[in-house]
């Protein structure tokens, strides 16, 4: 059975800084490209950040730019996101996804909330 499972979120003041951990069982992360999602209430879910599979090149959303850092210890299966300096408006469910999200296997999601 596949499980990603998301962890690190919590409440952080703004300024502040988290550390979100997605550990794979089931599957070997290294074979897929993977993602974090987000979704705020009331808005669309949308890509915040992804790593390649083979070369670990990065993408990341522009708003998120030189505050989040994406990242991958494949001997671990897991794939982290590094947020610093969080604004209220990265309020949000945070996802991991395989694929950036258009693969079939999505974590249960990881609630971060930062007050102004």
């Known amino acids: 059975q596949v499980q990603l499972v998301e962890s690190g979120g919590g409440l952080v003041r703004a300024g502040g800084s988290l550390r979100l951990s997605c550990t794979a069982s089931g599957l070997i992360l290294a074979d897929y490209a993977m993602g974090w999602l987000r979704q705020a209430p009331g808005k669309e879910r949308e890509g915040v950040s992804c790593i390649a599979s083979t070369d670990g090149s990065t993408y990341s959303l522009e708003s998120v730019k030189g505050r989040f850092t994406i990242s991958r210890d494949n001997a671990k299966n897991t794939v982290y996101l590094q947020m610093n300096n969080l604004k209220p408006e990265d309020t949000a469910v945070y996802f991991c996804?395989?694929?950036?999200?258009?693969?079939?296997?999505w974590g249960q999601g990881t609630q971060v909330t930062v007050s102004s």
């Open positions: 996804a395989t694929d950036c999200g258009a693969g079939d296997y």
